[in-house]
């Protein structure tokens, strides 16, 4: 049984602007990729492999292009729920840097270093917007989790001690399974502190079923000159496999080299010897991993190698881009290319009506049913109002033109308000009177309380 926590981390705005998933997104399957990598013309007919896929039914691994926060949504949608074992996410860490990603173009005499983007923490400012950030976030992933699943969130000082109250509040502290401290070398000019040269990954687990796989380290040159651990005794003879790792980790460093073969200049990119342990431990060859701020898609690249399914996420096109040439260049498995995005400012639909109903009273005329299916006011959080139909006191009145030229709409019936309260007393469904035997477009104009307008039109035949 899990624990109750009553200590909680607030902020200003806490639950108030978190959460906001605008589902008008679109969802669009862009590529299915079969890699079959051509690097020299001369290879074209000798490498056939990825053709021959093409016919598999079911293509299990999936490469996101959007916000993780529709992405996850979006997944919960197609039946992911439950379905994930293990979740690592390398996340913005708040850390005011500017990441360039670099290229090099051109030969070693007229080579130039373009800088392809600049990547910063996604317009978040403050702790306070960091923290409504991740916050709803963190709460869907678990969703997605398995009863034997896992997270592991990497951060460093700048957050890491915020997030774990949000993940103690999510996923309760008895489920806090360890603090890992992931120390790495490289050059820090500063004489006013000692260096920060560690990372932290907070582990959290659904349940106390959760996988585990140990991982081993081999013994100090002491204890295998001594032939036994430190504490004596059978029981601790040496173990071919070597010692069982501790939750602070040294012997993994981070990609300094810029030859180095793995450097794929892609700024914040992570070791896959760090990942293919974490992988290793806490999921098994018939898991599905997902990282949903991927980055350069080293969670994908060792899934590949490891032979987990994958789902990775990013909402950077360099991202996508990396990722995508990575797993190629790799001959990955088959993968879907998927982006998930809200239609532009202008081609958002506001208001969406009901299904209308005709029912004939006689042979000259019928009856019509028009209703509010739903309307979306900007900048307003729906999810925090509870009710059924969300919307309605953000609508000040509406209108219906019962034969809609196209053009202008010409205002038949406005349906009001009894009184000036924005509350759900307004009706947002309607019968009206229209003669049969013939078809007609019928507009409806909703005006919102800010003052802006939407228009949904139907056409019928009565
Ligand atoms: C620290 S990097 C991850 C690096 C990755 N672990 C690797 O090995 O390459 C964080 C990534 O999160 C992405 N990101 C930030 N906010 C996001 C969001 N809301 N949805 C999806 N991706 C996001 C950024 O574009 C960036 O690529």
């Given at each position: 049984?899990?624990?109750?926590?009553s200590?909680?981390?607030?902020?200003?705005?806490?639950?108030?602007?978190?959460?906001?998933?605008?589902?008008?997104?679109?969802?669009?399957?862009?590529?299915?990729?079969f890699?079959?990598?051509?690097?020299?013309?001369?290879?074209?007919?000798?490498?056939?492999?990825?053709?021959?896929?093409?016919?598999?039914?079911?293509?299990?691994?999936?490469?996101?292009?959007?916000?993780?926060?529709?992405?996850?949504?979006?997944?919960?949608?197609?039946?992911?729920?439950?379905?994930?074992?293990?979740?690592?996410?390398?996340p913005?860490?708040?850390?005011?840097?500017?990441?360039?990603?670099?290229?090099?173009?051109?030969?070693?005499?007229?080579?130039?270093?373009l800088?392809?983007?600049?990547?910063?923490?996604?317009?978040?400012?403050?702790?306070?917007?960091?923290?409504?950030?991740?916050?709803?976030?963190?709460?869907?992933?678990?969703?997605?989790?398995?009863?034997?699943?896992?997270?592991?969130?990497?951060?460093?000082?700048?957050?890491?001690?915020?997030v774990?109250?949000?993940?103690?509040?999510?996923?309760?502290?008895?489920?806090?399974?360890?603090?890992?401290?992931?120390?790495?070398?490289?050059?820090?000019?500063?004489?006013?502190?000692?260096?920060?040269?560690?990372?932290?990954?907070?582990?959290y687990?659904?349940?106390?079923?959760?996988?585990?796989?140990?991982?081993?380290?081999?013994?100090?040159?002491?204890?295998?000159?001594?032939?036994?651990?430190?504490?004596?005794?059978?029981?601790?003879?040496?173990?071919?496999?070597?010692a069982?790792?501790?939750?602070?980790?040294?012997?993994?460093?981070?990609?300094?080299?810029?030859?180095?073969?793995?450097?794929?200049?892609?700024?914040?990119?992570?070791?896959?010897?760090?990942?293919?342990?974490?992988?290793?431990?806490?999921?098994?060859?018939?898991?599905?991993?997902?990282?949903?701020?991927?980055?350069?898609?080293?969670?994908?690249?060792?899934?590949?190698?490891?032979?987990?399914?994958?789902?990775?996420?990013?909402?950077?096109?360099?991202?996508?881009?990396?990722?995508?040439?990575?797993?190629?260049?790799?001959?990955?498995?088959?993968?879907?290319?998927?982006?998930?995005?809200?239609?532009?400012?202008?081609?958002?639909?506001?208001?969406?009506?009901?299904?209308?109903?005709?029912?004939?009273?006689?042979?000259?005329?019928?009856?019509?049913?028009?209703?509010?299916?739903?309307?979306?006011?900007?900048?307003?959080?729906?999810?925090?109002?509870?009710?059924?139909?969300?919307?309605?006191?953000?609508i000040?009145?509406?209108?219906?033109?019962?034969?809609?030229?196209?053009i202008t709409?010409?205002?038949?019936?406005?349906?009001?308000?009894?009184?000036?309260?924005?509350?759900?007393?307004?009706?947002?469904?309607?019968?009206?009177?229209?003669?049969?035997?013939?078809?007609?477009?019928?507009?409806?104009?909703?005006?919102?309380?800010?003052?802006?307008?939407?228009?949904?039109?139907?056409?019928?035949?009565?």
């Amino acid at each position: 049984m899990e624990s109750k926590v009553s200590t909680r981390l607030i902020w200003d705005g806490k639950g108030l602007n978190q959460g906001i998933i605008d589902s008008q997104y679109i969802h669009k399957e862009v590529e299915r990729v079969f890699p079959n990598p051509l690097f020299q013309t001369g290879e074209l007919f000798h490498n056939t492999t990825g053709n021959n896929m093409r016919g598999i039914a079911n293509i299990n691994n999936h490469l996101f292009k959007g916000d993780n926060l529709q992405v996850i949504d979006y997944l919960l949608q197609q039946g992911y729920a439950e379905k994930v074992d293990l979740i690592y996410i390398d996340p913005p860490y708040l850390s005011d840097s500017k990441y360039r990603s670099r290229v090099t173009i051109g030969d070693k005499k007229d080579n130039q270093v373009l800088n392809r983007d600049v990547f910063d923490d996604d317009g978040i400012k403050d702790i306070d917007s960091y923290l409504d950030n991740i916050y709803p976030r963190l709460s869907l992933m678990k969703k997605l989790l398995t009863a034997q699943g896992s997270i592991f969130v990497h951060l460093d000082w700048h957050v890491s001690h915020y997030v774990k109250l949000l993940l103690d509040e999510i996923f309760a502290p008895d489920n806090f399974i360890n603090e890992i401290i992931w120390c790495y070398t490289g050059g820090s000019g500063t004489k006013r502190h000692f260096h920060r040269k560690h990372d932290c990954i907070l582990w959290y687990a659904r349940s106390e079923d959760y996988i585990f796989n140990p991982q081993y380290r081999p013994y100090s040159q002491g204890t295998l000159e001594r032939g036994l651990t430190r504490v004596k005794g059978d029981k601790y003879r040496l173990r071919k496999q070597g010692a069982i790792l501790q939750d602070w980790w040294v012997d993994i460093n981070k990609i300094l080299s810029p030859t180095a073969r793995e450097n794929l200049k892609f700024p914040t990119q992570k070791p896959a010897a760090l990942l293919k342990r974490l992988i290793e431990a806490a999921s098994n060859p018939d898991s599905l991993v997902a990282d949903f701020y991927s980055g350069s898609g080293t969670i994908a690249q060792v899934c590949e190698e490891l032979g987990r399914n994958w789902i990775i996420c990013d909402n950077s096109e360099i991202a996508l881009e990396t990722s995508l040439s990575r797993l190629v260049k790799n001959k990955s498995r088959p993968f879907t290319v998927e982006t998930i995005e809200l239609p532009a400012e202008d081609e958002i639909i506001k208001l969406t009506l009901k299904e209308p109903v005709i029912n004939a009273i006689d042979k000259n005329s019928c009856l019509l049913s028009i209703g509010i299916n739903n309307y979306i006011p900007a900048d307003v959080n729906l999810q925090m109002v509870k009710e059924e139909s969300p919307f309605v006191p953000f609508i000040s009145f509406w209108e219906i033109d019962l034969n809609y030229n196209g053009i202008t709409f010409n205002s038949d019936l406005q349906v009001c308000r009894e009184n000036n309260q924005y509350d759900y007393s307004l009706p947002v469904d309607m019968v009206v009177n229209i003669p049969c035997g013939e078809k007609r477009s019928v507009a409806v104009k909703v005006y919102d309380v800010f003052g802006k307008t939407a228009v949904d039109v139907f056409t019928i035949t009565t």
